[in-house]
Structure formats: C-alpha cells, structure tokens
C-alpha cells in the first residue's frame, strides 16, 4: 500500500519559518502530482499548495500565497513545503497526497482528487 511520510513539523514562533518534507519508498514521486494539506481542530481539511510531477505548475491556497513555496526534488524523491512569515492561524497538522494528475482549476485543492496520504505532521505557531 502506498504510504508517504511527512516530517519537518514543529513548534515555531510567528514569523518563524519551517519546512516539510514528503517522501515515500518504493515508488517514484516523480510520476505524481503532489499535494499539500491541512487541517487545524474543528476545522475541515484545506488544500495548502500543489506541484505538478514535473515541477513546472504550481498552485496555492490564498491565505499562504507568497509566504509558502512548494518544490520537489526528484533525486531526493521528496517534495517539500517552505513555509515563511508563519502566523498563529498556520497551526494544524500537514499532510501530503498523491494525485494521478494535475488540476488548473480550484479542484486542485479537493481531497477527493487525491489518493494517497501521509499521517500528517504537526506545525504549532505559537508565541
């Protein structure tokens, strides 16, 4: 079964900054399209950003466009999410999934596109 595994979470203060990371063993990501989630308590889960498999299209959730910045890097077989200038409101835990393909329109921030996820990593903003 297809399993990622994300890491890099943590506790950091506003305006901190983290990265996550997404790896899996046994397959090639380089095939996929990645997607990164979150989900904060008693709130449903949210698309974050999205890199196609070859890395050339990218796509962001309003509420982190030009602080948060998706890559991949197809040696490493792992995609990563630079998260900067972080605020309280980021707290949640991230997960990434696996898309089949890449989506232009606003689905591409849809669970139900995606068919593999991780466990999750928590990212706790707090001061």
């Known amino acids: 079964q297809l399993q990622l595994v994300e890491s890099g979470g943590g506790l950091v203060q506003p305006g901190g900054s983290l990265r996550l990371s997404c790896t899996t063993s046994?397959?090639?990501?380089?095939?996929?399209?990645i997607g990164w989630f979150r989900q904060a308590p008693g709130k449903e889960r949210e698309g974050v950003a999205t890199i196609s498999n070859t890395g050339g299209f990218t796509n962001y959730a309003d509420s982190v466009k030009g602080r948060f910045s998706i890559s991949r890097d197809h040696a490493k077989n792992t995609v990563y999410l630079q998260m900067n200038t972080l605020k309280l409101e980021d707290t949640a835990t991230y997960y990434c999934?696996?898309?089949?393909?890449?989506?232009?329109?606003?689905?591409?921030?849809?669970?139900?596109?995606?068919?593999?996820w991780g466990q999750g990593t928590q990212v706790t903003v707090s001061s």
């Open positions: 046994g397959i090639p990501l380089s095939y996929y399209v």
């Open positions: 999934a696996l898309a089949t393909r890449y989506l232009y329109d606003d689905n591409w921030s849809s669970a139900k596109e995606y068919i593999a």
